[in-house]
């Protein structure tokens, strides 16, 4: 078997299905879908149960860890040569998983993250992610963290994309109780791993859906769980990239209080390990300054039109 696809879920059963059946319509056939269900969730069963393909195995967890160990538990139990990650809520293209073999063919290390770009889609707007793949020599922690726009980063990597080697994915789990940055955190994990590239297809292979309707991890600010995190994975990252992901990222999370003491400590915490550019200041200060809710739809706005113009 070529792929294992992996679907993390819980008590979502109809987006676990539209994302089972994106995985099952993939023009390369030899694959197989392993949903596993963050904890017992009888309506999701029931309702995989009707989709009758022989590809789809379930794995039902005896309780909740979240997707990081899901996705872990997933691995494990995966035949195929790679897997493939796919989160409940996104969509595949019929080609992706074809295209994505095709440039693993072509790798020229032994363990290769084959990602994609992606269609972002908001209620307001689509747009590319990332905007651009990464330049001739380029360290890879700045690629997918610094930002050459007031609202948005050129470079990008999210779970659905990925596609890597089942036995680079149990070298390298992913990180249990991490709640946003999952990905980027395995990604410069695993790169530092010398057997490992990363490649990018740069067709628009997946739909993610960023729905402002229902909960999702995205939406969660737990900043101060945020900044232990990026304090603990200094080693992974350039100081300029430390301090983009300071005074974006998880600056978004801690704006939100509206504390002048969390400010000053992550304006300190950007500028003594890290080394910020000038639109990194801009960023953060436009952050701190903009609600969250006026913020989101002028990136949207900006980034849409950029997209119509490229």
């Not at 596993?36 to 860890?65: F, N, S």
């Amino acid at each position: 078997m070529d792929v294992s696809v992996v679907i993390p879920t819980c008590n979502r059963p109809e987006l676990a299905t539209r994302a089972v059946h994106s995985a099952l319509s993939q023009t390369h056939r030899d694959l197989e879908v392993i949903v596993v269900i963050d904890g017992p969730d009888d309506d999701t069963v029931l309702a995989l149960k009707e989709i009758g393909d022989e590809r789809l195995r379930v794995l039902v967890l005896p309780e909740r860890g979240k997707a990081p160990n899901a996705r872990n538990q997933g691995v494990k139990a995966a035949e195929g040569r790679y897997v493939a990650l796919l989160d409940d809520d996104d969509e595949w293209m019929p080609a992706k998983i074809e295209t994505q073999l095709a440039l693993a063919a072509r790798a020229t290390k032994a363990s290769p993250i084959v990602a994609t770009r992606m269609i972002n889609r908001t209620p307001r707007a689509d747009s590319v992610m990332p905007r651009r793949l990464p330049g001739p020599g380029e360290p890879l922690s700045e690629y997918l963290t610094v930002r050459r726009g007031l609202f948005y980063g050129d470079g990008f990597i999210q779970t659905s994309t990925i596609m890597a080697p089942t036995e680079l994915l149990r070298r390298v789990p992913f990180t249990v109780g991490l709640r946003r940055q999952q990905e980027l955190d395995w990604t410069l994990r695993a790169l530092q791993h010398e057997d490992v590239e990363l490649l990018y297809a740069p067709e628009a292979l997946v739909l993610w859906h960023q729905d402002e309707n229902r909960d999702r991890i995205s939406l969660h600010n737990p900043w101060e769980e945020q900044l232990a995190w990026l304090r603990s994975s200094r080693d992974l990252f350039t100081p300029r990239a430390y301090a983009a992901v300071t005074m974006s990222v998880i600056s978004s999370m801690a704006a939100p209080t509206r504390d002048p003491k969390v400010f000053r400590e992550l304006l300190s915490e950007a500028r003594a390990p890290g080394r910020p550019g000038a639109l990194d200041y801009v960023t953060f200060l436009q952050i701190w300054a903009l609600p969250p809710n006026v913020r989101h739809r002028v990136r949207d706005l900006v980034v849409g039109r950029k997209n119509a113009d490229a």
